[in-house]
């Protein structure tokens, strides 16, 4: 499976009113610390975007509720896994993205036969506080040959400067988060984006 380059992930649907028109195909919507209806109220707003755009939206975590709004993609970190039901939602006809951090968690992924591997973070990240050091451009090239196929997805720390190297160092797709939100040109800083994983 080809996907494409760039995948920016964002905590509310607002940031793909941003995104799409710009011509971003691929996006998660990580929605945090929302009421279940606001929760859901997102991720279909969502989904109506990216389908009216012709993109991909992957859904962070929210299982049941991408089923049942009929998402096409889902996005699982490791303790998700530890609750989620996968043949349910392989019945459902998602496709799957696993989090992985260390060799442990690289295995138990791939024992899943998922649509792509996400790796991180690839350099230190303001997002959220994690017990995994950096792990850098090696363990990129080192991810990618034991995924073989399977799309290798970089995330933590990104940049338009550092993307042509994680590029290079083996990854397939590059994922942003702050890099984008917290620019005073967001607009414009995705437009680099799209350019430098052209």
Known sequence: MTLPRFYPIFDAAHWLELAL??????????????????TRAEIRRGLDLARAHGAA????????IAIEEG???????????????????RR???????????DAELDRALACQPDYIALGPVYPTILKQMKWQQQGLPRVTEWKARVGPVPLVAIGGLSVERAPGVLAAGADVVSAVTDITLHPDPAARLRQWLQVAA
């Open 57 to 64: 939206l992957v859904v962070n975590d929210y299982w049941q």
């Open 92 to 102: 459902a006809g998602l496709r799957l993205g696993l989090s992985t951090h260390d």
């Open 21 to 38: 028109p710009l011509g971003v195909r691929l996006v998660q919507l990580r929605v945090k610390d929302r009421s279940p209806a606001e």
């Open 71 to 89: 998402a096409d993609w889902l996005h699982l970190g490791q303790e998700d896994l530890d609750t989620a039901d996968l043949p349910a939602i």
